[in-house]
């Protein structure tokens, strides 16, 4: 294996780190939490909390006797300062219920306004589902959960303190809002003023300290009390889960987490999952209908499939039309190497068109020129019907204008795509009578030969630059393929600034082999996006792959720290184009536009150079095997090799390229 910064394990860190006083004390609580748990909780639940007893590091009972007799104030006797020790804390239930979500994790910035449910989690819950992943920062923490969640179909929760957490996770929250991805975000604050400490606790609080997300996320809470906290959960879960799917909220307020539980009993709720919404019956027999007796029906997906079932009844629905599929891969929807996978311009000889889950259909049916001139031209046929079926009209919101321009469907279908797509392809195929069924094998045919044309252009248009020097994102993406094409891969970033190579040369045709793009198009999802999604990944061995833009890694590089300290295997391999290359061609645009040239000054603002940023030092910094840049395309594959053998240790590694713009 190259040589690499060795770092400790979690587990090599617990062996080694000394016992605080802390720890001590909670330590003194177990067996009284064993036998005094609240209400109607788990056996299960109880006898986790005894076994804490023997674990790694507990004292003896004298040894906790002589800890807490240490912590006596001065003036006061042991009998006395034994009464202000918590010995059944409020964050102890808040955990048991926690635990009956299902949370595999908790991405958190440490903060004091949560720190009863930290210790909680780590000294009660035995830091295990959940376990907390420590970030550097909030919007990396709740990056982290959108990309695991669009590998698992498991939300993560968010633990962000007060104000300013939830101040720095909001850009990464309105990403998964805008890419119906749920999260559950645990605000810490601190409501009643008479209990606040002096200084940054006031500043750190609110009234409302969600009101700064409130407008991108589907629900939040307050609770005022432990079961308000079990109702709320249970909700949030739900709601989160429900499509459209989003992010929630629910505050724990610091002295319910740290006050005791008391003898009022608490009761843990369960959590049932709601079945999606499936559309009107009546409305997808006439959709059938109209697929049916389309002479060219298309069908667009984008954020429709939530898994590889989806996926599959997706094909069922495509080869039962023989209708060619447009993906626009807000998820991995179908495959490409199906040879119904077909581009955008498929849609120009629709006279129908079904939508599934479309973030923009009136993109779909038009589009808008922004060059020298600006216009809007419609691409379909001035006949064209379209169907929409999809969760977006069951929920939104006003402000943030993420919902795109308004479209008139012709038949617009309220219901989950996916859950939906059964009842339609069924209705498809007792609907087809033998004349449409015969027509088939030659619209087979025809989509054939299309897919077969496109395969071949996009490896003749690879080949173009091939030993340019910086590397081509073409070269880029095969000389990747070349390292991974032999395992269990997995792509965890949007190839749509790299010319969307991997789709257009990789056979991607599994649902985790794809995770999107960020929703929001905020800069700083990619990197922590991607290590959450290599988390899901680790569980199944997956070789996890990004590649990551250099002005998107600026904003949140601790990804990678954190990374390396889990010890999350994953490839990240740059698009170093040494500038904000999108904002650019738009400086371009407008000089165009207005005559005035469009030679260097369009680097103005946007280059990052001059001095060049060292992004193989960054990772290195944070305990990343790195190496690069790279310039010469002849190194590359050879470095890439390196980074896979230390990947296939179980870390992460990092290769820095240095690459034509797009």
Known sequence: MPDEKSHPTMSEQGESASV???????????????????????????????????APGALPPTALQEAMESDVPEGYSADQAREYFVRNPGSDFMVDMIKRLGLDYITTNPGSSFRGIHESIVNYGGNQAPELLTCVHEEQAAAMAHGYYKVTGRPLGVLCHGTVGLQHASMAVYNAWCDRTPMILLAGNHLDATERRAGVEWSHSAQDCVRVVRDYIKWDDTPFSLQHFAESMARAYRIAMTPPMGPVAVVIDGHLQEGEVGDHAHELLPVTPVQPPVGDEAAIAEAARWLVEAESPVIVADLMAHDQEGVERLVALAEALQAPVVNQYGRMNFPNTHYLSQGAGAVAQADVVLGLELFDTWGVINTLRDRVHRDAVRRVRPDARVISIGTSDLFTKSNYQSFQRYYPSDLAIAGDAQATLPILTDAVLSSMLRARRATNAERESRWRDAHAQARELALNDARYGWDASPVSTSRLYAELWNVVKDRDWALVSDDNMQSRWARRLWPIDRHYQYIGRAGGAGLGYGAPAAVGAALAHRAEGRMAVNVQRDGDMMYTPGAFWTAAYHGIPLLTVTHNNQGYHQEFMHLQRMAARRQRGIDGSSWVGNELRNPDIDLARIAGAMGVWSEG??????????ALARAVEVVDGGEPAFVDVRCQPR
Do not use: H
């Not at 006083?21 to 788990?42: I, K, M, N, Q, Y």
């Open 20 to 54: 605080n006083r802390r720890e001590f004390l909670s330590s003194a609580t177990v067996a009284g939490l064993a036998a005094a748990s609240v209400g109607t909780a788990d056996k299960a639940a109880a006898q986790q909390v005894a076994s804490n007893e023997s």
């Open 629 to 638: 840049p790279i310039t010469d395309p002849e190194d590359l594959g050879p």
